[in-house]
């Protein structure tokens, strides 16, 4: 399975005519926005906020051969189960041998080759505003989103369709893509704020069960904790982890 595809940053933005005989319509607009942004934050009993340098802690992250494998068995099951609701003596083979077929090995393979490579950024840097975020993920593609209260946001590009927004006290991203790829990361914040952790999911139609890896991340100060970061002209600003002496 070719894991190889195109990413574009998720933004989602909000074009208003304003017009001085309607002032007092876009007035109550903005009450409107800041009272769902209350809602958020009332029903969440504090605000949810992702804001900060995180840096990832493979010790409690998963690992991509026990997640494989794990999924493997599952497709076991399911195959096992499907033999014995069609009154069947012998399962169905839950990986199929050919190559490029529905759940071949091959593609669940490349289905969690995928979701590791997407999946490696060892820093984050959060920028979180009352109705936006930017998540700069080290080595990889930026996450942005503007959203206003509980509403999901979508929209089209040449790349598929990408949306964004508030799940409760989670964020989603979610892109879907062409082939019958889909990538989603939801990001979940630990109840004393200085764990992150972010599930990845990727789907394809090649394959009858999603895989999915979480990476949990550690909130860190950049100026205490051995991280040096530089601005570079191809890469923006970049983080690595400083080597004791």
Same mark, same amino acid.
């Given at each position: ?12 933005? &909000? ?7 309607? +002032?007092?319509?876009?007035?109550? $607009?903005? %009450? /409107?926005? *800041? ?42 099951? &399911? ?7 069609? +009154?069947?003596?012998?399962?169905? $083979?839950? %990986? /199929?041998? *050919? ?147």
């Amino acid at each position: 399975m070719d894991s190889g595809f195109g990413y574009t940053t998720i933004m989602i933005t &909000r074009t208003k005519k304003i017009l001085f005989p309607v +002032g007092l319509i876009l007035l109550g $607009a903005l %009450i /409107s926005n *800041a009272a769902l942004a209350q809602k958020l934050q009332n029903r969440n009993g504090k605000t949810v906020d992702f804001s900060g340098h995180w840096e990832m802690n493979y010790s409690e992250s998963d690992n991509i051969q026990a997640r494989l494998d794990s999924m493997v068995r599952e497709l076991q099951r &399911r195959a096992q189960r499907q033999a014995n609701n069609n +009154g069947s003596n012998r399962s169905n $083979a839950a %990986i /199929s041998s *050919a190559p490029g077929g529905y759940n071949s090995g091959p593609s669940v393979i490349g289905l969690a080759r995928m979701a590791d490579s997407i999946t490696q950024s060892q820093l984050l840097e959060v920028e979180q505003g009352e109705y936006e975020i930017d998540i700069q993920r080290e080595e990889t593609f930026a996450l942005d989103c503007e959203f206003y209260g509980d509403y999901f946001h979508t929209v089209e590009t040449p790349f598929g369709k990408e949306t964004c927004g508030w799940d409760s006290h989670q964020l989603l991203f979610r892109i879907l893509l062409p082939e019958g790829l889909s990538i989603q990361h939801r990001f979940t914040l630990g109840p004393s704020g200085e764990r992150l952790n972010v599930a990845t999911t990727v789907v394809s139609d090649r394959v009858s069960y999603p895989f999915t890896l979480n990476r949990v991340y550690n909130r860190f100060d950049p100026g205490k904790s051995g991280i040096s970061c530089e601005l570079t002209l191809t890469r923006g600003k970049v983080c690595t982890t400083e080597s004791s002496q």
